[in-house]
C-alpha cells in the first residue's frame, strides 16, 4: 500500500464528517497528501487541521481546479463521496430529484470530466465512488436516493471499462448501514433496513484500503451484499417481492 498512497495527492469530497472523514484521516496515515472539502468550511478545516491536510470547502462540483493548485499542481487520487440521502417517493418535488442527481451523479461526471485528460495523458489516476449498497439493490421510501445512486454506480463502472486499459483504477463503495449523520436522518426506514448491521466509517476506509491492495472495482464493506446482489439478478420477482414484504412491514409499522 505505501508504493500506492505514500506521497500521493488525494482529494476527499464531504469530508468534514462521516465516511469523508474515515477516508481521509486513512489516507493522511498511510502517507498521502490530503485535501478536505466540505460544504461547511469549519468542518473540512477541523478534519484538515486534525490530519494535517489542507481544507478546500465549497460546493463538490466546483472544486477540483482548487484542490488541484493546493496539491502542487496534481491530483493522483480523487474520492467523489459527497452525498445526499434524499427521501421520498415519485411525488417528491422536482427540486429534490435535480438535487440529488446534481450531488449524487453530476458531481462525479464533473470531477472526472476535469481529471480524466491529465490521468489519461499520464496513464495513471485513481478515481473513488463512495456510491451505496442502495445503487446495487434499493432503498424503501427514497426513490430520489435509489435512484441517483444507481446513476453514481452506472458513472463508475463506465468509467472502468471504459478507461481500465488506459491506466485508471476506479472503486465503488456499496455500503449499507454506516453510523453517520446520513444514517440518523434516514427516519425510521433506515432504523428498520439499515441500523441493525451499520458499520462504523473507519470499516469502510478499512474495506476501501483492501479493495485499493487487491486492485478490486467493487467495494463491499457488508460482504452479505453480494449475496442480495446475486439473488437480485437470478430472481428479480423473487427479490422484488421479498423487498415488497420488508416495504409493507416498514408502511405497517409507521
Request: proline content about 4%; some cysteine.
Amino acid at each position: 500500500m505505501v508504493g500506492v498512497v505514500q506521497g500521493a495527492g488525494v482529494v476527499v469530497t464531504g469530508a468534514g464528517g462521516g465516511i469523508g472523514a474515515a477516508l481521509a484521516r486513512r489516507f493522511a496515515a498511510e502517507g498521502a497528501r490530503v485535501v478536505v472539502n466540505d460544504l461547511d468550511a469549519d468542518r473540512a478545516g477541523t478534519v484538515a487541521d486534525e490530519i494535517g491536510g489542507i481544507a478546500v470547502p465549497g460546493d463538490a462540483s466546483a472544486i477540483v481546479a482548487e484542490a488541484r493548485a493546493a496539491l502542487g499542481g496534481t491530483v493522483d487520487v480523487y474520492c467523489a463521496n459527497a452525498g445526499l440521502a434524499s427521501g421520498g417517493s415519485e411525488a417528491a418535488d422536482d427540486k429534490v430529484w435535480a438535487l440529488a442527481w446534481d450531488v449524487n451523479v453530476m458531481a462525479h461526471v464533473r470531477a472526472a470530466h476535469e481529471l480524466l485528460p491529465e490521468w489519461l495523458e499520464r496513464g495513471s489516476g485513481r478515481f473513488v465512488s463512495t456510491v451505496s449498497a442502495a445503487g446495487l439493490l434499493t432503498m424503501i421510501g427514497a426513490a430520489p436516493y435509489s435512484v441517483t445512486k444507481h446513476g453514481a454506480y452506472a458513472f463508475a463502472e463506465w468509467l472502468s471499462l471504459t478507461y481500465r486499459h488506459r491506466g485508471l483504477k476506479v472503486h465503488a463503495i456499496c455500503p449499507q448501514g454506516v453510523r453517520t449523520d446520513m444514517l440518523a436522518g434516514t427516519g425510521s426506514a433506515g432504523d428498520l433496513v439499515l441500523a441493525p448491521t451499520a458499520i462504523e466509517p473507519e470499516a469502510v476506509a478499512e474495506a476501501l484500503f483492501r479493495g485499493i491492495e487487491e486492485d478490486r472495482f467493487l467495494i463491499l464493506p457488508h460482504p452479505e451484499v453480494a449475496e442480495y446482489y446475486q439473488a437480485r439478478a437470478a430472481d428479480p420477482e423473487r427479490w422484488l417481492t421479498n423487498m415488497n414484504h420488508i416495504q409493507q412491514k416498514w408502511e405497517t409499522a409507521r
